[in-house]
């Protein structure tokens, strides 16, 4: 029977899909199940916050939030829920992603999203910290994450 998934990743637009792939490869490898949902803050206010209800509602323990330009989409889902939010700024438009990075990092007192880097690293760390997260209470994505660590040279 497959996993049930603990990690959801929203992203604003499935243009923004590209980007998210070394976070997908990076779950798949500490053997996390995830989904993805192609859900903007802006175009689809109300499916959103009905899939963050039901996404909570099914076991989701962490969102990963991916957005570009006015990227209101991580803080949006922080609203939303208690879970933890981890926003990726996506290096989109003319700006190159610092508007996205600006839009996510700067939440108001109270409504936290841990936001990363703007490049490729970002997608990576999200999927890091999310196992991090995961990995207080079980061992296996523990020994994954220090399997991973022990292959850096
Ligand atoms: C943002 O606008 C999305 O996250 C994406 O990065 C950017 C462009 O979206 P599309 O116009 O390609 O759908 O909301």
Redesign the pocket.
């Known amino acids: 029977m497959a996993k049930k998934a603990l990690v959801s990743i929203v992203?604003?637009?499935?243009?923004?899909e590209g980007h998210l792939e070394p976070a997908f490869k990076l779950l798949d490898e500490f053997g996390i199940a995830w989904e993805s949902r192609a859900l903007?803050?802006?175009?689809q206010p109300d499916e959103l916050r009905e899939y963050i209800d039901s996404a909570e509602t099914e076991g989701i323990r962490i969102f990963i939030a991916?957005?570009?330009?006015?990227?209101a989409?991580p803080g949006v889902i922080a609203a939303h829920t208690h879970k933890p939010v981890i926003g990726i700024p996506?290096p989109?438009?003319p700006l190159k992603g610092i508007d996205?990075l600006l839009s996510i990092v700067q939440m108001p007192g109270g409504i936290p999203v841990a936001t990363v880097g703007v490049g490729s690293h970002g997608p990576k760390n999200a999927a890091v910290l999310a196992a991090e997260i995961l990995a207080l209470n079980d061992e296996v994505v523990l020994e994954k994450l220090r399997a991973y660590r022990a292959g850096f040279k």
Do not use: E, F, I, Q
């Open positions: 992203m604003g637009s499935k243009s923004d903007s803050a802006h175009r991916a957005a570009g330009l006015s990227a989409l996506v989109g438009g996205a």
